[in-house]
């Protein structure tokens, strides 16, 4: 019995632990000073909830399984013995839970307070912007020539507050770093503000959070926290033109880019300025396509452009009627986009 | 004021350059001539002065004497402002050979046939009828006695012979231009007229190319191509010449074009500089010798800096207005267009060099210096709007100024050799600022009026054609006053974001317009450039979107969109004279002398343009235009002219005047 | 079954119920909007025979891919695909947003210069017109011009598929035929 109990508690707590490093949408761990005060709150108050059915659990069982005096079995006497502790049990109990939760609510003010502002002021904003079903992000620079465009990866610098301004393209989405900030809805019509900040590197994935069609379930984003450096490194790169393509097949490719995909697509540096969908003038930079859908390999470019609608059905990209060639060199073209 | 006083201001005025003593055009003398006489004779010889007194003023000739070159135009006593006017290049004052009708753009004439006194007899002489619908933008010039138009899209010029009875035409040129262009034109397939050059004719083709044609034959002299329009640039203004070169510009300020203006030799058409009005310095032609009046536009390269990265490619500034001259200064004053697209989300930062007013020297194109009219345009407010070149005294001191109209509602008198703002006030109803800070020269935004994508923003006011579009203002040195037909609306507007697709708007802006406070669309105005303040207006049903002609009879002339043509007394603003035609009126109105002497006065009807564009026709009264047009009509002082009367004039005897191998008429 | 067997159970079904939750792949989402590889849009090769004028020689017209009709047609979804497609080409900057026209041409009227039925609506997308009107078959596959033609049709001023026959003579449905008019329209 007792190993058999002992191995399903082991079980239940490993459970858990086991798949921690699997789910990067957890929010029992975050990594940054807009939720870390929550999810120790969190746990602080999920901590006191068990404590308190414990105890009342405990009180309870003592009371339903206590021995009765066979003196109370009499009947037409009451069941509860009158003696001076019967209140105390109330007051006692009345005062604790009185304690405790004017404690919870002192500390979940604090933790608000403390999420509500940035601690220093947020030295970058980014504009995301969400469409069904992918999100477009604008870097807005410290001059206007500093602004950029890229799409569904988003860096920062580690340590750093980040300002996000987030507005909808279409219909209702909501904005959702588990490990880095809460969920904050995307409202078509407003603009609605979040902060966060990103204490260790790494990639943190995110979701959109609120129904928004069909595909609802393909709208990932990643935000990647990075060195000083690196983020520098990286936003001088996006901000770049691409150079227009020398060898033949890239040319090819590029025109074929252009009579099929500029209407929707930008690559800066080739006179296409589509704004319908993302923006692919670092394509290669990123780790996914299709908002995370796809890992960013020349086969699942092409399997992409080719149906895009058997990969993402209801996606609102169009497969064009490519031959086999012209879809060997957009495709070849897309992959020197780095 | 008594008979003595009023005698001698009407000596003063009629003493001068012009025009004898015994002048129709001063009733006040010869009331008072004949009263005297009356006085002291009988009734018999009184008769018989009388009479020989009226058969005198009847058959003389007004003696012209010649006006000495640079003089500038002669400052009436009733100026309000004491402002002078160049008259350079003094062109004869008989013809009108540019657009403007000088270099200063003030569309003035010393022509005073046609006054105050009887410009109620003005009636129909005859009219010209192109035979190309579409909006009639441009002014005839006159030259040498032979008329031009011009029609819009195909583009087709006209000689008409003044000086034969009906006025035949001598020739006309067809150019065919590529009808792709008649997609790509925003605001109609328009132009706003020609310039004349050393015996040529230079007009721009809607297609992007300008045109030289021969002003004698009609034959073509040299064509070149300016832009692609392919990518959606097209080519609507009035070229204007300065010495032997000749300046044009692009349009396309919706379609996401490369902004520019050009210099090109008048005789080979061989382009001399072209200056973009985004990118880098020395595609903008800024050099060592820019001096801009205000720091926010000093800094290296801010054609590029002051947009999001690539944007400025296609952040337009086209020049499709007008081009003045100082030829002291040497220096041309033009403005360039709103920035692309219509959606100012999608562009933040200053958005230079769009929606700013331009001093460059013509000989390299080098900008002197440069003011922006509308930072971070959120509206199509365009800086093309004509710059009134005129000398008046702002706060004692003597200052060379440019008169601007822009399309945000304020006037501005700005110093023309530096480019500081010394006024800058509201002339029609706005609400998108809420002042003007003289210190930096900018205007402040009201925050509740800036748009954004999807976002349905009421009640800002003045719409996108704004407080004045591109029809031109004029000035009098008379009265020292600037005439201007505004406008007076609002509109609800939504953005909506949009993608650069070459060869399709640029665009985003959905919007509907309405009248602001008072019901009116469209206003006459007559202003102070000094005191920055209206004088008096003429209150419009439709908009008032022509041309306005000024003349030293002190009459000023202008249209409506609904096709009254109207005199109007410039001192008082009342109304003298109105003349219903037969479609809107959206052109410039001109005045010439005829070979028989007589002044006439000449103005298109034909509505289209930006006027139609956007707008619910049966929405609202005002926005009810009339159909289409093309007819100039041409009016004199009881419709006398040679090409009516009581005979077959033009038959039979028209003939006899033909060489027999040729066909065409001859010259008398 | 005593109670420690009970709470295995119950830790064991707790277990079962926990894991997926931590590592399950979101399912395939359904889709209402049929693939487009199973509608039946009509051929490229038909839309393409549509003469722009009217067959030489024959008395009447023969060419019955004039009745070629919108598979999108009242279709809700493709309506309003085509208008997200009518924005975002930037038909709305020449046609205007309410489609009344500017540089280019009302949608919303009864005149068409190159036809108003559907497949001729179609052929104009996708071939453009000489005064300005780009020819979007390179950019827009069929299926997108379809959809933008259904938006064009419930703007109410196109020609019905079934006047299709009498749409180049100036017929409207309603209008009275005189015999000797009746006579020569049967071929």
């Known amino acids: 019995m007792r190993p058999r109990i002992a191995m399903l508690c082991c079980g239940l707590l490993a459970a858990p632990a086991a798949t921690w490093a699997e789910t990067p949408m957890s929010y029992q761990r975050t990594f940054g000073p807009a939720v870390d005060p929550v999810t120790r709150l969190a746990w602080g108050l999920g901590t006191v909830s068990l404590v308190v059915i414990v105890v009342i659990g405990v009180l309870l069982l003592g009371s339903l399984l206590r021995r009765r005096d066979a003196a109370d079995g009499d009947s037409g006497q009451l069941a509860v013995r009158h003696d001076g502790g019967g209140m105390a049990w109330i007051y006692v109990g009345s005062g604790i839970s009185l304690v405790v939760l004017t404690g919870c609510m002192v500390w979940t003010l604090i933790v608000t307070a403390a999420v509500a502002r940035p601690p220093s002021p947020p030295l970058l904003t980014v504009q995301v912007t969400a469409s069904q079903w992918w999100w477009g992000l604008r870097y807005q620079g410290a001059q206007p020539d500093r602004t950029f465009t890229t799409a569904n990866e988003i860096h920062i610098p580690v340590g750093q507050p980040i300002r996000f301004e987030l507005a909808s393209a279409d219909v209702v989405h909501s904005f959702w770093i588990p490990q880095l900030a809460g969920k904050m809805d995307v409202i078509p019509g407003q603009t609605n503000v979040l902060w966060l900040q990103a204490n260790k590197p790494g990639t943190y994935r995110g979701q959109c959070a609120a129904y928004c069609g069909v595909q609802h379930a393909h709208m990932a984003i990643f935000l990647v926290a990075e060195s000083a450096q690196d983020f520098a490194a990286w936003q001088n790169h996006q901000l770049a033109e691409t150079p227009m393509p020398v060898s033949d097949s890239d040319r090819r490719g590029e025109e074929v880019f252009q009579g099929h995909c500029a209407v929707c697509h930008t690559i800066r540096g080739t006179g296409s300025a589509g704004h319908v969908g993302p923006d692919l003038t670092h394509l290669m930079t990123r780790g996914t396509i299709a908002a995370g859908l796809l890992p960013n390999t020349p086969g699942t470019l092409a399997a992409w452009i080719a149906n895009p609608g058997s990969l993402k059905p209801g996606t609102h990209m169009p497969a064009q009627v490519l031959s086999g060639s012209e879809l060997k060199a957009v495709t070849s073209y897309l992959t020197t986009l780095n | ?668 | 079954m005593d109670h420690c067997a009970a709470r295995a159970g119950m830790g064991m079904l707790a277990f079962a119920l926990l894991t997926p939750l931590s590592g399950c792949r979101a399912a395939q989402g359904g889709s209402s909007m049929t693939a487009q590889s199973t509608m039946n849009l009509p051929a490229e090769s038909a839309a393409g025979a549509v003469p722009l004028g009217q067959l030489a020689g024959a008395p009447a017209e023969t060419a019955t891919s004039l009745s070629i009709a919108n598979p999108y047609e009242h279709n809700p979804q493709a309506i309003q695909a085509g208008r997200q497609l009518y924005l975002q080409m930037n038909c709305a900057g020449c046609h205007a947003y309410n489609g009344k026209g500017n540089m280019g041409p009302d949608l919303t009227d009864t005149y068409w210069r190159y036809g108003g039925l559907p497949v001729q609506i179609y052929n104009t997308i996708h071939d453009g017109r000489p005064q300005g009107m780009p020819a979007w078959k390179r950019a827009l596959p069929p299926d997108e011009i379809w959809k933008l033609v259904a938006y064009i049709q419930s703007l109410g001023g196109t020609v019905s598929v079934s006047n299709y026959e009498h749409a180049r003579q100036g017929d409207r449905p309603g209008d009275l035929i005189a015999p000797e008019a009746q006579a020569e329209a049967q071929p």
């Not at chain 2, 041309?332 to 200053?350: A, F, K, L, M």
Request: hydrophobic share 35%; glycine share 12%; net charge neutral.
């Open chain 2, 1 to 668: 004021m008594g008979r003595s006083a009023s005698t001698e201001e009407c000596r003063r005025r009629s003493r001068g350059l012009e025009g004898s003593f015994f002048r129709t055009s001063h009733s006040c003398l010869r009331v008072e001539y004949l009263s005297s006489l009356f006085d002291r004779f009988h009734s018999k010889v009184l008769f018989a002065c009388c009479g020989l007194l009226m058969v005198m003023s009847s058959s003389c000739k007004r003696s012209e004497a010649p006006i000495p070159v640079n003089r500038p135009y002669e400052t009436g006593n009733a100026s309000f402002t004491g402002a002078t006017l160049n008259s350079a290049p003094n062109d004869p004052p008989g013809e009108w050979r540019s657009q403007a009708h000088d270099y200063a753009n003030t569309r003035y004439s010393t022509l005073d046939q046609i006054n105050t006194g009887n410009v109620g007899k003005l009636r129909i002489a005859w009219t010209f009828s192109n035979g190309t619908l579409g909006g009639q933008e441009a002014a005839p010039l006159v030259v040498d006695n032979t008329m031009y138009v011009v029609t819009p899209f195909p583009d087709e010029l006209y000689a008409l012979d003044l000086t034969l009875p009906g006025e035949p035409i001598k020739w006309v040129f067809k150019p065919n231009p590529s009808p792709i262009a008649k997609g790509k034109a925003c605001c109609g397939p328009v132009t706003r007229g020609v310039a004349y050059a050393n015996g040529k004719l230079i007009y721009n083709l809607l297609d992007d190319h300008t045109v030289a044609v021969d002003a004698k034959t009609g034959k073509e002299v040299w064509r070149i191509k300016m832009g692609n329009v392919e990518t959606g640039e097209t080519m609507t203004m009035a070229p204007f010449v300065v010495g032997n070169k000749v300046l044009v510009g692009d349009s396309g300020g919706e379609m996401g074009v490369w902004g520019w203006i050009a210099a090109l030799d008048v005789d080979s058409g061989k382009e001399l500089w072209r200056a973009y009005s985004t990118g880098s310095d020395s595609q903008v032609r800024i050099g060592n010798d820019f001096k801009p009046f205000y720091d926010h536009m000093k800094g290296k390269d801010l054609g590029i800096g002051s947009w999001p990265a690539g944007a400025w490619k296609h952040g337009a500034g086209s020049v499709w207005g007008w081009i003045s001259y100082d030829p002291q200064l040497n220096l041309i004053y033009y403005g360039t267009s709103n920035p692309s697209p219509r959606v100012p989300d999608q562009r933040p930062g200053d958005n230079l060099w769009t929606s700013t007013i331009f001093a460059r020297n013509p000989d390299t194109g080098m900008a002197r210096w440069a003011y922006q009219t509308t930072p971070h345009d959120r509206w199509d407010y365009d800086a093309v709007n004509e710059d009134i070149l005129m000398d008046l005294r702002v706060d004692g001191q003597l200052r060379k100024v440019m008169v601007h109209f822009d399309r945000n509602a304020y006037g501005y008198t700005i110093d023309r050799a530096t480019g500081e703002v010394l006024k800058a006030a509201p002339f029609t109803y706005q609400n998108w600022s809420s002042g003007f800070d003289m210190k930096t020269g900018i205007p402040t935004v009201n925050p509740d009026k800036e748009p954004h994508p999807n976002v349905k923003l009421v009640n800002v006011c003045p719409p996108d054609i704004g407080g004045k579009d591109w029809q031109p203002s004029a000035a009098s040195p008379r009265t020292g006053l600037v005439y201007a037909a505004v406008f007076n609306m609002c509109m609800d507007v939504t953005d909506n974001d949009v993608s650069y697709i070459p060869s399709s708007p640029f665009d985003g802006m959905d919007m509907k317009r309405y009248p602001a406070p008072g019901g009116n669309l469209g206003e006459f105005i007559a202003w102070n450039p000094v005191t920055g303040k209206k004088v008096w207006g003429v209150k419009e049903v439709y908009l008032t979107m022509s041309g306005v002609l000024a003349t030293a009879g002190d009459v000023v002339f202008y249209g409506t969109t609904d096709g009254w043509f109207r005199g109007v007394d410039a001192r008082s603003g009342r109304v003298l004279w109105s003349q219903k035609l037969g479609s809107g009126i959206i052109g410039q109105p001109i005045t010439y002398l005829g070979p028989d002497h007589r002044q006439y006065i000449a103005i298109y009807a034909g509505v289209g343009g930006a006027a139609t564009v956007h707008v619910d026709k049966e929405a609202v009264k005002g926005f009810d235009f009339p159909a289409g047009g093309n007819s100039l009509y041409v009016f004199s002082i009881d419709g006398d002219s040679m090409s009516n009367g009581q005979s077959q004039l033009g038959g039979m005897d028209s003939i006899s005047k033909k060489s027999p191998q040729s066909g065409t008429s001859e010259k008398q």
